[in-house]
């Protein structure tokens, strides 16, 4: 997945979508794996941050993340490589 390079995020979690004019807001965690996407990260370099920034156990970050990937992608805020 690839996140749209236009979307703007702020420090506090805010998501806005010039395309569009949606916005939205996420938590810290959420705001970190957007940040790590927009920088271009592979899926397991992101993976591997957040478990370390977090202290979270893989197999919970691998549901997690999947699950807000697939907010992103009904939002349309991520595309396919």
């Known amino acids: ?3 749209n390079s236009n979307l703007a995020i ?3 979690g805010f998501i806005f979508n010039p395309s569009n ?5 996420t938590n810290a965690l959420g705001a970190d794996i ?3 996407m927009k920088e271009g990260k ?3 370099d992101i993976k591997k ?6 202290e979270v156990d893989p197999k919970v970050l691998d549901k997690d993340y999947d699950d807000f990937m697939s907010h992103l992608r009904d ?4 595309s396919h490589d």
């Open 34 to 36: 957007i940040r790590l």
């Open 1 to 3: 997945m690839k996140i």
């Open 10 to 12: 702020s420090d506090t």
């Open 21 to 25: 004019g949606d916005s939205f807001s």
């Open 75 to 78: 939002h349309f805020l991520v």
């Open 42 to 44: 592979k899926t397991a």
């Open 49 to 54: 941050a957040i478990c370390e920034k977090y």
